[in-house]
Structure formats: structure tokens, C-alpha cells
């Protein structure tokens, strides 16, 4: 036997089985979205790599160890996208979307080459938000407060969400300067990582997930101490609004995030039901960026989510799978007009979800399909019905009784049948 060819570790096919609860997801992602007026942005998965290095930043864990990038046979250097931000931002400046605020959505894979775990794949699935041209608090509540309306649909409990300001850049400098001291201060407890980072991007000591470090960051000089007044006020007004929606949150002032553009609001929905990775959704403020990409200085802010996260989340229970109907045809002449028939039925009832058997076999052994395929009713095709213009139906689920209708009248039939509680 020829050799197997499997995927590659951490890119994962999605099955039909889990297919529903994908399209669930995507589909409450996309309704909620259109209510608040984002429109739908698909940019290409790679990009020149220029792109992410001078975006995400060259001193973080996704362009120095992460990503995938390669030279193409014309000499270029190119990268699978690893998040979706940089992308729209180079689109936006690239097609004029900037003369007036913008509310963008995307959504699709993003390739990262992490030590694939829980949580953590290498190519896996973000939908996210950019809104740009608005620089106040009101639009930085208006996208937490769309993402607590997509958990409402999705019927996602127990997220707490965490936020955080990172104030502006010269505010950010300032920080910067008083969080070395502190770490130089503490040199011999810091991890290698973290010793490395002190020189390069010391910020993201702050974010360091190593335990043994958790004493020596909490007594770190806070960030919030070295706000501006417009900053403040900026955050200030933000925590107003989300207490006036109800929204519980907390304030963390080690909340950094690992991609370089952020400043001012940053946030992170998080869930303990996860392990390690809860984080599910993050975002913030990239004031920047698009001036930094060689746009006009526009206010941008943002966020994307993990599906595979989400996904483990969502109750499927819920979600309904499988078609409507099971055509199960016996007798020559019934199986020889079974697709035939079932094109006439849905073209009849365009919101039927109908499947044909195909390829014969016994009543036994059709039916045997008809339950293993999740339809709520066989229509049920032989010889004698055939003859008689009519069609049986016949409950699946609840072991009801097969009753015969003329063909014609199986709309209405069908009808009763979902008006029964049926579909
Ligand atoms: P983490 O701290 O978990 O590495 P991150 O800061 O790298 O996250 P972002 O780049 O902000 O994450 O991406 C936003 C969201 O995308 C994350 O909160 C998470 O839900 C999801 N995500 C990021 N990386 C991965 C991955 N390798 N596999 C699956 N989901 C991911
Ligand atoms: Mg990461």
C-alpha cells in the first residue's frame, strides 16, 4: 500500500460532524456584526513579510520565533498571515478607505508555528474587528459592548473581561524607564526570557506567563500611574460607559498584550474552563499603525477573537445537524425515480433539507442510514406508492406511525409535521 500523507502538526482538518458548530458560530458571528453595521473585509493569507515585521513588531514572540515565512521563486519574502490586523490596515491605506470612518470585520485562518497544544494550533481561525477614523471611548465601548452581545447569542456564560490602558507612546516611554529601573533592580530573579526581553522590549516582561515570576511583576510600578490627563480621561470614560451597560470587568494594570501597536485601551475576555489558554477574545487601541504603514495618522481600534477557543465553549446540544428528510426508496422502478423525485420535492419546498438515498440496497438497511443520518422523518418511496402518486412519511425520532400522502399534498404535510414541532 501506498505510503499515507497526513496534515501538518497543529493544522487540523474540521469534519463534517464538527462542520455545524463551525457554521453556528460563524453564522451568529456574522448576523451580530451586520446589526452593528461592519462590513466584510477578505484580504489575502499572505502577505510580503515587511507587512508583519513592521506592525506587529520585530521584538515579539510571533515575528521572532512564529511565523511562516519563505521567499517565493521570484525572490520575494512572504508570510502566511499570522493575525489579521496588519492585513486590513495595508488594504485600507492601499484602497482609500480611510477619507471616513470605517467599521471593517474579517474573518478566516491565521498561521502561527507555536509548540501546538490545547488551545494553541498553527493554523487556526480569528474573526475580528477594525473600526477606523474614531478616536473616543465611545467606539472602544461600542466594540467590548459588540462582543458581549455575540457571547448573549452564542450562550456563553462565565467570560470576565480585563482591561487595561497602555496610555500613548510618550506616556509608554516614561513607563518604560521606571519598569527597567524596577527589573534592572531585580535582574537575578528575572527568567532568561524575561532578562533578554529587559533590553529589547521590556513591556512584555509583564506578560510573561512563567509562574516563578508572578511576585516580582505584581510589585512592578504600574502603568496606570503614568497616564496623561487626556489618557485618563480617554480610559477614565471608558470605565463609565461599561459600568453604565453593566458590564463587569476588571482592571488589570498588567495587561500588555504581545504585538508592539497597541496603545491606550487594551482588553482581554478570558474564561477559566479552558486551562491555560483562556483568552478568547483581545483587542485594544492601534492609534499608530496606520500612519506607521505609511497611511494619513488615522485612530483605529480592534479585536479578534479565537474560534477554537470559542468553539470548545459553545453547548452543541443546541445545534441542530442533519437534514430534514431521508428519501428511502424500495422497488426498482421507486429507486430508478428516487433522485428524480427528491429534485421535484425540493424544488416544491425549497426550505426542505433532503437526502436521497443512493445506491439500493433493502428497506432495512435504507432506514438503518435514514436514522444513522439525523432526519427527523423518512419519506418513504416503493413500487405501490409510485402507482398511487403517493408518499410516505414517517417519523424517526419519536417512532410515530408511517402515514401515506399524494405526492402533491406533501408540502402541506411536511408543513404540519415542523408546525407539530417536527422539524
Ligand atoms: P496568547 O497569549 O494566547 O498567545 P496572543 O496574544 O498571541 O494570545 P492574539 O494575537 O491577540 O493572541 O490573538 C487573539 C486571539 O486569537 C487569542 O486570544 C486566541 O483566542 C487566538 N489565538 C492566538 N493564537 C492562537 C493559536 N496559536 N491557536 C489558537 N488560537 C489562537
Ligand atoms: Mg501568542
Given at each position: ?32 456584526l ?5 462590513s ?29 515565512s ?8 512572504l508570510?502566511?498571515?499570522?493575525e489579521g490586523?496588519?492585513s486590513?490596515?495595508r ?6 478607505l480611510?477619507d ?21 494550533y ?5 474573526i ?8 473616543g471611548?465611545?467606539?472602544?465601548l ?5 462582543t458581549?452581545?455575540?457571547w ?8 470576565r ?11 509608554r516611554a516614561?513607563y ?7 527589573l ?16 529589547t522590549?521590556?513591556?512584555r ?6 509562574p516563578?515570576?508572578r ?8 502603568l ?12 477614565e ?21 504581545g ?8 482588553f482581554?475576555?478570558?474564561?477559566d474552563?479552558?486551562g491555560?489558554q483562556?483568552t ?11 500612519a ?18 470559542l ?5 452543541t ?12 426508496a424500495?422497488?426498482?422502478?421507486a ?42 422523518v ?5 413500487d ?17 406511525e ?7 399534498a406533501?408540502?402541506?404535510?411536511l ?8 422539524f
Open positions: 500500500m501506498a505510503k499515507k500523507i497526513q496534515a501538518i502538526r497543529g493544522m487540523h482538518d474540521i469534519l463534517p460532524a464538527q462542520a455545524p458548530v463551525w457554521q453556528f458560530l460563524e453564522d451568529q458571528a456574522r448576523a451580530v451586520e446589526r452593528y453595521g461592519y466584510e473585509l477578505r484580504t489575502p493569507l499572505v502577505e510580503v513579510t515587511e507587512l508583519f515585521k513592521r506592525s506587529i513588531g520585530e521584538v515579539t514572540d510571533i515575528v521572532e520565533k512564529e511565523m511562516y519563505f521567499e517565493d521563486r521570484g525572490g520575494d519574502q508570510a502566511l498571515r499570522p490586523t496588519a486590513c490596515v488594504a485600507a491605506i492601499e484602497h482609500s480611510l471616513q470612518p470605517q467599521r471593517i470585520w474579517y474573518s478566516g485562518p491565521m498561521f502561527r508555528r507555536e509548540r501546538p497544544q490545547r488551545g494553541r498553527r493554523q487556526f481561525h480569528q475580528g474587528v477594525e473600526v477606523f477614523g474614531l478616536d471611548p465611545d467606539i472602544d461600542e466594540v467590548i459592548l459588540l458581549r452581545q455575540l448573549r447569542t452564542l450562550g456563553l456564560k462565565d467570560l473581561l480585563e482591561i487595561n490602558s497602555l496610555g500613548d507612546a510618550d506616556e516614561q518604560r524607564d521606571a519598569l527597567v529601573g524596577y534592572e533592580a531585580h535582574f537575578d530573579q528575572l527568567d532568561g526570557d524575561s532578562q533578554k526581553r529587559l533590553t522590549n521590556p513591556l516582561v509583564l506578560d510573561s506567563k512563567n516563578d515570576m511576585a516580582l511583576i505584581a510589585g512592578a510600578p504600574n496606570l500611574d503614568h497616564l496623561g490627563d487626556t489618557t485618563r480621561t480617554h480610559f470614560t471608558l470605565c463609565a460607559g461599561l459600568d453604565a451597560a453593566g458590564i463587569a470587568y476588571q482592571v488589570n494594570p498588567r495587561l500588555v498584550r504585538l508592539d501597536y497597541y496603545n491606550r485601551t487594551v482581554e475576555w478570558i474564561t474552563a479552558l491555560a483562556g478568547v477574545c483581545a483587542g485594544g487601541r492601534y492609534d499608530g499603525l496606520v506607521q504603514l505609511g497611511g494619513r495618522p488615522t485612530p483605529a481600534v480592534g479585536f479578534a477573537m479565537g474560534l477554537e477557543r468553539i470548545e465553549l459553545i453547548d446540544s443546541r445545534i441542530e445537524t442533519g437534514p430534514d428528510a431521508y428519501l428511502v424500495v422497488g426498482e422502478r429507486q430508478a425515480d428516487a433522485v428524480r423525485l427528491a429534485e421535484r420535492l425540493r424544488e416544491q419546498i425549497p426550505a426542505l433539507r433532503l437526502l436521497c438515498h443512493c445506491g439500493g440496497g433493502g428497506f432495512k438497511s435504507q432506514f438503518k442510514k435514514a436514522d444513522r443520518s439525523g432526519a427527523r423518512a419519506l418513504v418511496l416503493g405501490d406508492e409510485l402507482d398511487q402518486g403517493t408518499i410516505g412519511i414517517k417519523p424517526l425520532r419519536d417512532n410515530g408511517q402515514r401515506n400522502v399524494a405526492i402533491d406533501l408540502p402541506e404535510a408543513t404540519d409535521f415542523a408546525r407539530g414541532g417536527g
